[in-house]
């Protein structure tokens, strides 16, 4: 038994596959302790600051003093406590919609949301770089399952002749991302509600890297194109701009009332602690506020500080991919190269991960930067510097 796995570890060793787990010491925050020394954490969702927030430490810390810690129960048995509904009497406000439902995790509503809504004799069409939660929830949910290339409309479109004509009376359901994890660009989301008007398919909209930080208060793509009413199914997390864990669904009465009764990501496990649903309304509370709008200007300050502070070359790479978020990939395409200039620019004090497959295709390695309001313009033109310097050194000896 002992040298079970040890072939293939090996093998993800010699491809640069290989994840270590790194261990952190101190809060989510743009300067973190990793054994002993300060780095500057280019990788983090916390794409407002929010995760170490006292607003957000003082509504858990209330919270926890009034009910305790865990939730002892699923939410269907024992375990919606007032700061649940509470929650999602604010993310429905929010998001402008009937109903919300918040889950354990944004990889459990993803699956759970999809697991529910589809079956055998339906088809879910899925663009090519959905998040797993949505592809392992698709094919949890037994529908045929067809992939569609990145953002491409006119391959969707021909999906959807399809699917239709086999079958005229099933449900068609379209998933993807507003803002994409690994690229960082987003989806044509007015086209994407054309063609599902047309073919009388549903709209899921995973909004996990928009919220907080596009739209009007920070409420995603939809509400920034004005098209909330159009998505049927939103989805998000509460763990990336939001600060604190977990995931919702939003959408109408119907659906979440259907999500209570068959997401078994909802059903099957234990209610997520009350206290952090009170941290991550003390979240919605604030990326509502003018507070929540002024910090999402200087996130969007210190994103245009990292792109002029980039090479021309970058720069137009990203211009190419349309990127509009707090993420930007430094594509390096070979996985060693990619984790050779992540660990130079360890080296230099900055944390910049080298995202590789399965997150993303083999041979599509590359440097992912996150920007947060809480980065300095100072740690961004310093990571900027060292960026140019390093990839050129290492384009140089490829
Ligand atoms: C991070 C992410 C999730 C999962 O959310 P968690 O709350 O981290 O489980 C789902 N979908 C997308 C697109 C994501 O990026």
């Known amino acids: 038994m002992s040298d079970l796995f040890n072939a293939e570890l090996h093998e993800l060793r010699a491809q640069s596959l290989h994840r270590k787990l790194r261990e952190i010491g101190s809060a989510q925050a743009p300067e973190v302790q990793i054994v002993g020394r300060r780095l500057v954490n280019f990788s983090s969702n916390d794409y407002l600051g929010l995760a170490s927030d006292p607003l957000l430490c003082e509504a858990a810390t209330a919270a926890i003093a009034e009910y305790g810690v865990g939730a002892g129960a699923s939410r269907i048995v024992s375990g919606t406590f007032s700061p649940h509904v509470r929650l999602e009497a604010a993310l429905a406000k929010w998001k402008g919609t009937q109903a919300a439902l918040s889950f354990s995790s944004g990889y459990a509503a993803a699956v759970g949301t999809l697991q529910a809504i589809a ?95 596009i739209g009007p208060n920070g409420r995603g793509l939809a509400a920034d194109e004005g098209l909330t009413k159009h998505v049927d199914i939103h989805i998000g997390t509460l763990g990336k701009a939001l600060g604190a864990s977990g995931g919702y669904v939003c959408g109408s009465r119907s659906l979440i009332d259907w999500l209570i009764n068959r997401a078994r990501a909802f059903i099957f496990t234990t209610a997520p602690p009350p206290a952090l649903a009170a941290a991550a309304q003390a979240a919605i509370d604030f990326v509502s506020s003018q507070a929540g709008d002024e910090c999402r200007l200087l996130l969007w300050q210190r994103i245009a500080t990292l792109r002029s502070g980039l090479d021309g070359g970058v720069q137009t790479e990203l211009d190419a991919i349309q990127a509009g978020s707090a993420i930007h990939p430094i594509v390096i395409g070979d996985e060693i190269e990619a984790v050779e200039l992540s660990r130079a620019l360890y080296a230099e004090g900055f944390l910049v991960p080298a995202v590789r497959y399965p997150a993303v295709a083999k ?33 140089l000896a490829a």
């Not at 004799?121 to 290339?149: C, E, Q, W």
């Not at 300095?376 to 510097?385: C, P």
């Open 119 to 213: 079956g055998k004799n339906d088809v879910v069409l899925l663009d090519k770089l959905s998040h797993a939660s949505l592809v392992d929830g698709a094919k949890l949910s037994g529908a045929t399952i067809r992939v569609f290339p990145h953002n491409h409309l006119g391959k969707l479109e021909s999906h959807l002749e399809g699917a239709r004509r086999e079958n005229p009376d099933g449900r068609i359901v379209i998933v993807t991302e507003a803002v994409f994890s690994t690229d960082g660009d987003r989806a044509p989301l007015r086209q994407l509600v054309g063609l599902k008007k047309r073919f009388a398919a549903v709209l899921v909209l995973d909004e996990a890297h928009s919220i907080g930080v």
């Open 363 to 395: 041979g599509a390695a590359r440097l992912r930067i996150a920007v947060t309001a809480a980065h300095s313009e100072k740690q961004i033109s310093g990571l900027a510097e060292a960026v140019n310097r390093l990839r050129a050194d290492v384009t």
